[in-house]
């Protein structure tokens, strides 16, 4: 980082809002086959305990390396297989690597461009915008009264996103509470904590006051796993769902769902083909999920009689009995993977009233099967186009997660 970039920071944290991305999601992205390849676990018995077993003596990692990617083509390797692999790489879990990808739009910039009959190289007045002004406002996510490139790149490269990576390290320092707000109280104990015994604030004492230098990994302390446990996590699903979802322009896998509170069942079926629908993935003990579901909600509430919104709620990426988090701890999250449905239940009602669910949160079945269908687990979203296809898949969570992301896409489903 540089030093204007450190200059603008106190400038950043009072305009940009909160999002999932840590600053180790600044990585360039993976290549990606450009077709879906099934995966099961049944097709490699015992892999569990003979990746557990290299991870003890490093000198067979190539052997698993070598058993589970000859079985693909280099280029068309399942997302299951390339995070496996990462994993016993020893790769940063981040944004590039393993399966967190980049996500899956219909409509992009440029087709915005070709709709509205700009360059693609080009930018859009707001005089000249075919649509609501709303949608213009909402997609100038710069705020600089003109729609570019730039308001649709999500890449680690965008100005936007490395901005967004400082600002998020420095809202989660200040935000103590960790309730996705910083209130007047936060930010004064943060300026008496990191001005010491001067009277002022100087620039150095506020960088140090982040420890960006030495947050490279992007866990909070204690957090960060280990190999084995990453490994465990992946064999339980509760890194994310081995499968991958649907493809873009899929007709969206139907399902049936009973809501948090037991009042209904949701057929899935019975919401499309009329408006867009949007589905957010996620679960209460992962803490990005918890910090960036606020801003969902907000998406939801601002269109809620355009588009139809339902929250999912799956299995546990962090529950006690397994990677489980110093961070929760401190939170007050702490609890162990629900054993039978009623128990999942109970987490997703607390789940609903603590981040102040406005849509309707459903709650996947204990064998995760929508998890599964849909690969939401730990944390995702998806648009479905008003004729019932899926229009966008964001990435994986934690890393591509983004409630600014999938309100792009929503908005170019409208103006469709
Ligand atoms: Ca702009
Ligand atoms: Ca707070």
Redesign the pocket.
Known sequence: MNKTSIRSVGILLLVVGMNSLDVSSLRLSAQEPAVKVPFSLADFPGLESECLAALESPDKIPTVLERIESKYEKDRQPEAIRMLAAILRGSDMGMGSGWFGSPKLKRDWNWLAAEQKVEVDG?LKKDDFQGEPMFFDR??????????S??FNWGPTSQFMREQGVANVIFRTIDKSRDAKVSKEELLAFFDKARGDNAELGIDAFRRSFGLASSGSGYFPGDEPTPERLIRGFFLSELGSLQEGPSLGEAAPDFELSTQDGSKKIRLKDYLGKKPVVLVFGNFTCGPFRRTYPEFDEIGQRYKDRATFFGVYVREAHPDDGWNMESNVKSGVKLMQPKNFDERTAVAKTCAAQLKYSMPLLVDTMDDRVGNLYSGMPARAYVIDADGKVAYQGGRGPFGFRPGEMEQALIMTLLK
């Open positions: 930018s997609l100038d996510r710069n705020g600089d009264g003109v729609l570019r730039d308001d």
